[in-house]
């Protein structure tokens, strides 16, 4: 895994803060700690999109911090659990390993020819 993708990963943990933060905060701390997360997240995004594909990267970044939200929400909020919503999110996560495979047979061969 390249440095690019790591930090989409990081961005995408804190898209599931802050998304936590929207819904929870109630303080000016929660706020700014929201605050923070979204600049960090979008800081982020846009630096791996520097580099990756921008498609690519924003269809990683929404499908991480989807599935991260919805895991937080059964392990950190008591949202009931369901399979079917375990098993959506394991066809969302299929669908993001195959972008991100695939992105990277692409970024080999433009690499090869430079």
Same mark, same amino acid.
């Given at each position: 895994m390249n440095k690019e993708w790591g930090k989409l990963i990081v961005a995408a943990l804190f898209e599931v803060g802050w998304v936590i933060g929207l819904k929870h905060a109630d303080s000016w701390l929660d706020w700014s700690g929201t605050l923070i997360a979204i600049y960090i997240s979008f800081h982020l995004l846009i630096a791996s999109g520097k580099k990756l594909p921008v498609g690519t990267a924003y269809a990683v970044f929404t499908g991480l911090g989807?599935? /991260?939200? @919805? $895991?937080?929400?059964? #392990? #950190? =909020? /008591? @949202?009931? =659990?369901?399979?079917? +919503?375990?098993? #959506?999110? $394991? =066809? #969302?996560?299929? /669908?993001?390993? /195959?972008? +991100? @495979?695939?992105?990277?047979s692409h970024d080999k061969k433009e690499g090869e020819t430079a």
């Open positions: 989807t599935a /991260g939200t @919805v $895991l937080a929400e059964i #392990l #950190l =909020f /008591g @949202v009931p =659990f369901q399979w079917s +919503k375990i098993l #959506l999110i $394991l =066809f #969302l996560l299929s /669908g993001i390993i /195959g972008l +991100k @495979v695939l992105t990277d």
